[in-house]
Structure formats: structure tokens, C-alpha cells
């Protein structure tokens, strides 16, 4: 059975830190690139940080030099640390299935998506 149950979002001041947490079904986790995504109101989803399953990582550049991901394949679980938050990073924030080819990180999510984790932050 399919699961991604993102956790850790809040309200948080400008300049501030959250830690967003992903728990994933293993069928899922183990093998893939896994990235996060998040929408904002009015805006379509985007992806903003993947990770591959040997962990290398990659940003978009709203987020980078900020935002750094993570993975334990152990626990089936990958992590979010989003430090110097601004404004414009308030966003339900979602974890899914991503893809990393010749170099390029690109969605492609799953069809199921969980119920995502509320980042607002403040000015």
C-alpha cells in the first residue's frame, strides 16, 4: 500500500527554520529519487529539492544555499531542513516520487499524493 505522510510544517517568522519530515511506504522509497514539492496559493506545484537513492542532491535555485534534503533508507524517511525562510516559502509541502536523469532532477510523482504539511511563514 502507498504511503507519504509529511509532517513538521508550521508558522515560523521570517529568517526562522523548519524541519519537514517524509515517512514513505517502502515500495516507494527504496529504490527511487525521492523530491520535495510544494504549491502555494494560487500557484502550481513545483518541485524544489530531490535527493537520489544514493543521496545526491539537487535544488532549485529559489531554495538553494537554504533548503537541504536528506534521506535515511533505513526508516524509509527523508527530511526537509529549510533554514532562512522567507514569505515566499509559505506553501502546503509534499513529498513524492521524483526522477534524476543525465544529471537533471525532474517530477515524476506518483499519482497518490499525501495530505502535505503547511509551511507559513511570516514577514
Known amino acids: 500500500q502507498v504511503q507519504l505522510v509529511e509532517s513538521g510544517g508550521g508558522l515560523v517568522q521570517a529568517g526562522g527554520s523548519l524541519r519537514l519530515s517524509c515517512a514513505a511506504s517502502?515500495?516507494?522509497?527504496?529504490?527511487?529519487?525521492m523530491g520535495w514539492y510544494r504549491q502555494a496559493p494560487g500557484k502550481q506545484r513545483e518541485l524544489v529539492a530531490g535527493?537520489?537513492?544514493?543521496?545526491?542532491?539537487k535544488y532549485t535555485d529559489s531554495v538553494k544555499g537554504r533548503f537541504s534534503i536528506s534521506r535515511d533508507n533505513a526508516k524509509n524517511t527523508m527530511y526537509l531542513q529549510m533554514n532562512s525562510l522567507k514569505p515566499e516559502d509559505t506553501a502546503v509541502y509534499y513529498c513524492?516520487?521524483?526522477?534524476?536523469?543525465?544529471?537533471?532532477?525532474?517530477?515524476?510523482?506518483?499519482?497518490?499524493w499525501g495530505q502535505g504539511t503547511q509551511v507559513t511563514v511570516s514577514s
Open positions: 513524492n516520487r521524483a526522477l534524476w536523469t543525465m544529471g537533471v532532477l525532474i517530477p515524476l510523482a506518483l499519482d497518490y
Open positions: 517502502g515500495s516507494i522509497f527504496s529504490s527511487n529519487t
Open positions: 535527493i537520489s537513492s544514493g543521496g545526491n542532491t
